[in-house]
């Protein structure tokens, strides 16, 4: 595997011990072949990041079966009944591991947003999803916290596992927009649910990837995940004169466009 190295990163850590996988499911493996079944299993599910990534999912693929995983019975009760019959409440503690695998055998796709990750010196949600051969996800925005789960590549990819660590907005989607002319400042849940969604239909090769990675997420996907992170957003469009802006722009001050 080529040596990827990002802004401000330092160089990844050696490979980490390999940890024990069990065989997923059946279901699993029927629900993986095709996403309009499948279950994501959102812990911190009741705070901001995991709240609005639940949200913006059920509005995306109404049809998915949303998990909201959390300590505050409550509200995530609470928050499982406006998200529609297909969601439910769980209480999951994230530093009990067996209870996490338990979880996790009968979901598809897990996305970490229980942080903040700055205090993490273990990466236990995605060692339990390998274990268990589910699809990972984390809102992750601490550089030390992201090569630690990198360490974890060649495990991922021998089970067959999808991951992406860093898929909020930054540098997630952040980091997949160095191409285009323009920065998009979404709603970090629709920003998590695109990447969410880009996994669940085949765009990520198994390994832990980073989200500018190709095979982290797939050229060709890349514009379909970029439209679903900017929905109900305001576009900023920068270093264009207004005269080729299709919109009627309204200049909020130096060059910049709304």
Not at 15 to 39: K, L, N, Y
Not at 179 to 189: A, K, L, N, R, W
């Amino acid at each position: 595997m080529a040596t990827v190295v990002r802004a401000c990163m330092p160089l990844p850590p050696a490979a980490v011990a390999s940890s024990s996988a069990a065989p997923s499911t059946d279901a699993q493996a029927q629900r993986r072949s095709s996403s309009s079944s499948a279950r994501v299993l959102v812990l911190g599910g009741t705070g901001r990041v995991g709240g609005s990534t639940a949200t913006a999912l059920s509005k995306l693929r109404p049809d998915l079966n949303i998990l909201i995983a959390g300590r505050n019975l409550e509200k995530g009760e609470s928050l499982a009944s406006k998200l529609g019959d297909e969601s439910e409440f769980v209480q999951v503690d994230i530093r009990d591991r067996n209870m996490l695998e338990e979880v996790l055998q009968d979901v598809d796709l897990v996305v970490h947003a229980a942080g903040p990750f700055q205090r993490e010196n273990e990466c236990t949600v995605l060692q339990a999803a390998i274990a268990t051969k589910t699809a990972y996800i984390d809102v992750c925005d601490d550089t030390d916290y992201s090569w630690r789960a990198k360490g974890f590549h060649e495990q991922a990819k021998d089970c067959g596992i999808p991951a992406i660590t860093t898929a909020g907005i930054y540098p997630g989607v952040s980091n997949g927009l160095t191409s285009h002319f323009y920065q998009t400042y979404q709603s970090v849940g629709y920003a998590t649910a695109a990447f969410v969604l880009a996994v669940l239909e085949g765009s990520t090769q198994p390994g832990v990837w980073f989200p500018e990675e190709a095979e982290g997420l797939a050229i060709e996907s890349r514009k379909v995940l970029l439209e679903r992170a900017s929905q109900g957003t305001t576009i900023f469009v920068m270093n264009k004169p207004s005269w080729m802006i299709e919109t009627d722009p309204k200049e909020v001050g130096l060059g910049i466009y709304v």
